[in-house]
């Protein structure tokens, strides 16, 4: 894992945010934004994904825009517009002020929420045959991977 990018001050003056890039062995890489109450050094952290991309929890410019598919029903999209708008579900502000650390991927990056698109993510790069008996496509009743 490695830190692409810290910014103090997040949340006015309440958080410090991390842009972090975890590196998945033969697969590719996430990014993951951790948000860290300011001053604290091993706070308990809240791991989720979200759906619209990691600008979508915070409306804050030095958060990047998602570049894996976003849904339809995501407000604004991977524009400006959709900065943000999904930070009333997350209450970052709550968490931090509990003493909490918030750390989010978008979950289009380990596998998009589309049965066409679901193995351009990490997920179809660890899948060494999703059409075996037990492979992951065959479990989730996807039927056969499309041909590459």
Do not use: F
């Amino acid at each position: 894992m490695a830190t692409v990018a810290s910014y103090e001050g997040a949340l006015d003056g309440l958080a410090t945010l991390y842009q972090l890039q975890v590196v998945v062995e033969q697969a590719g890489t996430l990014d993951l934004l951790l948000v860290v109450p300011a001053g604290s050094t091993r706070p308990p952290v809240l791991l989720g994904l979200n759906k619209c991309g990691n600008s979508s929890i915070l409306a804050d410019d030095r958060v990047p825009l998602p570049t894996a598919p976003v849904d339809a029903d995501c407000l604004g999209g991977a524009t400006e517009e959709g900065r943000g708008s999904r930070a009333a579900d997350w209450d970052l502000r709550a968490a931090v002020e509990a003493g909490w650390a918030v750390a989010t991927v978008h979950q289009a990056e380990i596998a998009p929420d589309d049965r066409v698109r679901v193995w351009d993510g990490l997920a179809g790069q660890l899948e060494s045959d999703p059409d075996a008996p037990l492979g992951s496509r065959r479990r989730l009743g996807l039927g056969p991977a499309p041909q590459r």
